[in-house]
């Protein structure tokens, strides 16, 4: 990937070519799917965060958005070529679609509903009692998908300017961009909760623990004292031995009969 197809071909004859090809369509098979994962995840986070009824209901639309993009990406990527293997055996008889329509198409549908998956909180998240600075952080937070919508449109340009005819050359900026996609996606997903994690992590760790307990121990030894023993004194009354505690003012007599 990366070199021209003369240059392929010379150096590693055409089962290379078709190696390259069959690469291609399985993972591209493969990215469909992940991005599609990635999505549903997100939405299904958003449906155990946010409970208003109306947004529920727009949540489970992006869900059938991200269905539909899928069967309609993955069967055609999968059906390309009728029979499949003529992507790679370019003899085989049969037929092929425009593949530049084709990643154009996946793509552009792609950046739609990263748009409509980002915009999905904001309304809720900017309607929180909450300071402007936490506003703009938690934006931050659900709204890293920006940059993944700079990659993809980014991605449409260069699959425009798909060349079928020299794909080993001309799929190399697609190839890398759509490898970073998916990795920013599941970074984003995980953004909402890397936080707890963190604080979960850190004050159950040892230092933290020993910490916690050597502040304690402290603080109990200052609070509390051991308390002198009172005396209680042995008086003969009436030949009956009793004792007598007195504390100030008052006086309680013990006897022991």
């Known amino acids: 990937m990366g070199f021209h197809i003369d240059f392929v071909q010379r150096e590693g004859g055409e089962e290379l070519i078709a190696l390259f090809s069959l690469l291609l369509y399985i993972m591209d098979c493969f990215w469909v799917t992940l991005v599609t994962l990635v999505k549903l995840s997100i939405l299904h986070f958003y449906l155990q965060v946010f409970r208003q009824p109306v947004f529920i209901r727009a949540v489970y639309v992006a869900m059938g958005l991200c269905g539909a993009f899928w069967f309609g990406a993955f069967f055609g990527t999968a059906l390309f070529c009728i029979p499949p293997n003529r992507l790679w055996y370019p003899n085989t008889p049969g037929h092929c679609g425009d593949s530049?329509?084709?990643?154009?198409?996946?793509?552009?549908?792609?950046?739609?509903?990263?748009?409509i998956i980002i915009l999905l909180p904001m309304p809720i998240l900017w309607g929180l009692q909450l300071p402007t600075?936490?506003?703009?952080?938690?934006?931050?937070?659900?709204?890293?998908g920006f940059?993944?919508?700079?990659?993809?449109?980014?991605?449409?340009?260069?699959?425009?300017?798909?060349?079928?005819?020299?794909?080993?050359y001309s799929i190399s900026q697609i190839a890398l961009l759509s490898a970073i996609v998916p990795l920013l996606g599941i970074v984003n997903?995980?953004?909402?909760?890397?936080?707890?994690?963190?604080?979960k992590i850190f004050k159950s760790s040892f230092l933290s623990t020993t910490l916690k307990k050597s502040v304690n121990t402290r603080s109990s030894e200052r609070q509390f004292e051991r308390l002198p023993e009172p005396e209680y004194p042995l008086v003969n009354v009436n030949g009956k031995q009793t004792s007598t505690l007195v504390q100030g003012s008052l006086s309680v007599k013990f006897c022991r009969c």
């Open 100 to 115: 530049s329509m084709m990643y154009t198409a996946c793509a552009t549908s792609d950046l739609g509903i990263d748009v």
């Open 133 to 144: 600075a936490k506003k703009i952080a938690l934006t931050f937070v659900f709204g890293l």
């Open 147 to 168: 940059v993944i919508i700079s990659i993809t449109a980014v991605r449409i340009k260069y699959m425009l300017d798909l060349d079928p005819n020299d794909r080993t």
């Open 189 to 199: 997903a995980s953004m909402p909760i890397i936080p707890p994690a963190l604080r």
